[in-house]
């Protein structure tokens, strides 16, 4: 229990599954928790689980979650002490937690300082450049202005193609060009440089070698206001669309406990370099040789934090509110106890290069099971709207063995039946029977070439199922594109090494 002293009610800046997560912890941490929705969310889960609900404006994220002013009158209005930025929307927006506390509310999350400190890929490269922590090989061409000619084109072609035009704002994916010859560097700069303003509000971009085929680990960091700084273990995000990772697992099946060591030490120093406190994550790219390369620190809860919660049986945003409260650190776990997987269920079509998909989602029904959990931020019913990420739910198994998690995780993912709008289910039910994942032999750029087999027709009584809830009243409903089958995977489960 939080002492009632330090915060008791808290408002959760946030929707989706995160806003879920987030009242969950608070609820078993004696706290009340106050949800924010837009109007395309009033009938959404969060608002529904929440002690009370204060709705801050249209379906835009812009005049919605991302508007500061609304979120501090809506604390005040609903007379909550603490703020919770779950992850995306303004959790890493440093300008909020000045807000947060300047209102005179507890900030959970890290100082305004380490946000900003690691908020521009530049700054934080300097930062870890000088801690001693080693960064990906590369030219620091910004910040320079549009039409600047003093690119050093010497210097990056020094780093040997291909390399990556990145924006120092990015994330998320977005804002990255890979480049195989010089004479493709201006256009991918300008390119580059374009969409990182339409996204980011920022045109400084860099560049740096592009590595081929690295695995991605991060490792879990936690600090308190006391000083102590301590690593969770690691772990391994690989898998990989369009950048963006889809499948995520605690530990990774690449890391001896020799490597383990070496990057959870450099994450601490990465950690202790910006004074950090609260929960957060450092991010490496490491080569197949061990070399291993500072990638950016997320100043933030990150999506994927459930597969360390389950490895290492621990409540991260439990230990976010004590660490808020001004507690010390308790003793944590030296090494996981469990293996832990988690898929990413979004909307979106793996047949249309991952094309996020709206609608409403006419029938969600999760699975359950041994060592089976899910992190949901939907019900049925509910319209899936374009203006927000389409990720769903994320469906996480463990097991005593890597292969016991992800057979357990091939299970629930059949379980999960998603009617109404497009996903991505079957298809990550196929990836997860691959053998390069079977044999935990990934690399984060594996999905651009892995050729998963076809999906079988479903079955006829799946068929029926679906005519009949198609022919009912919710058919009525506005939005509503296509159903997409959990379906059947074509390959049937195969003993230990894929054999
Ligand atoms: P974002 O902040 O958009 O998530 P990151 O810097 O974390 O961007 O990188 C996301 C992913 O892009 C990495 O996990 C990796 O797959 C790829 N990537 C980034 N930098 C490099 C690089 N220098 N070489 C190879 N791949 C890279």
Not at 72 to 79: H, I
Not at 173 to 187: A, C, F, I, Q, Y
Not at 223 to 250: F, I, P, W
Not at 368 to 375: A, E, I
């Amino acid at each position: 229990m939080i002492s009632p002293r330090r915060f008791g009610r808290v408002l959760v800046a946030n929707r989706g599954e995160i806003a879920v997560r987030v009242m969950r912890a608070c609820r078993t941490a004696g706290l009340e928790s106050v949800a924010v929705y837009s109007d395309a969310d009033r009938d959404a889960r969060h608002v529904a689980l929440a002690d009370a609900a204060v709705e801050i404006g249209p379906a835009p994220a812009k005049e919605s979650y991302l508007s500061i002013p609304k979120l501090l009158e809506a604390a005040k209005t609903a007379g909550c002490d603490a703020v919770h930025p779950g992850y995306g929307f303004l959790s890493e927006n440093a300008d909020f937690a000045r807000a947060v506390t300047g209102a005179g509310l507890v900030w959970i999350g890290p100082p305004a300082d380490a946000m900003e400190a690691m908020g521009s890929k530049i700054s934080a490269r300097k930062r870890m450049k000088a801690a001693g922590v080693p960064v990906v090989p590369g030219a620091l061409i910004g910040p320079f202005e549009e039409h600047e000619e003093k690119i050093s084109f010497k210097e990056i072609s020094s780093l040997g193609f291909p390399v990556l035009v990145k924006a120092s704002a990015g994330g998320g994916g977005k804002g990255m060009r890979v480049v195989h010859s010089p004479s493709d560097l201006s256009e991918a700069i300008s390119s580059c440089r374009r969409e990182a303003l339409a996204a980011f509000g920022d045109s400084t971009v860099y560049v740096e070698k592009y590595l081929s085929a690295p695995r991605h680990i991060e490792v879990q960091i936690l600090g308190d206001t006391h000083g102590n700084v301590v690593a969770l273990g690691e772990r391994e995000c690989s898998l990989q669309r369009r950048h963006q990772k889809v499948v995520e697992e605690c530990p990774s099946p690449a890391v001896s406990p020799e490597l383990r060591a070496r990057l959870c030490q450099a994450a601490v120093e990465a950690a202790r370099a910006v004074a950090y406190v609260s929960v957060g994550t450092v991010e490496f790219l490491v080569e197949p040789s061990g070399a291993f390369w500072f990638l950016e620190m997320n100043t933030r809860l990150q999506v994927e934090h459930p597969v360390t919660e389950e490895a290492f049986s621990v409540d991260l945003v439990a230990l976010q509110l004590r660490i808020a409260a001004g507690e010390r650190l308790p003793e944590l776990p030296a090494a996981p106890a469990f293996h832990a997987i988690e898929a990413r269920v979004y909307a979106e079509d793996p047949d249309a290069e991952f094309l996020p998909q709206a609608g409403r989602l006419l029938v969600w029904i999760e699975p359950s099971g041994p060592g089976v959990r899910v992190d949901s931020g939907v019900i049925s019913g509910q319209a899936v709207d374009v203006h927000y990420d389409p990720m769903l739910a994320k469906i996480v198994a463990k097991g005593r063995t890597r292969e016991e998690a992800r057979r357990r995780l091939v299970v629930a993912l059949r379980e999960t039946v998603a009617l109404g709008v497009t996903t991505n289910l079957s298809w990550l039910g196929r990836l997860l029977e691959s053998d390069p994942v079977v044999r935990g032999e990934t690399h984060t750029g594996l999905l651009e070439t892995l050729l998963l087999p076809a999906l079988p027709p479903p079955p006829d009584e799946v068929l029926a199922a679906a005519a009949s809830v198609l022919s009912g009243p919710a058919c009525a409903a506005p939005g509503v594109t296509k159903s997409s089958w959990p379906g059947p995977f074509d390959t049937p489960f195969r003993m230990g090494n894929g054999a």
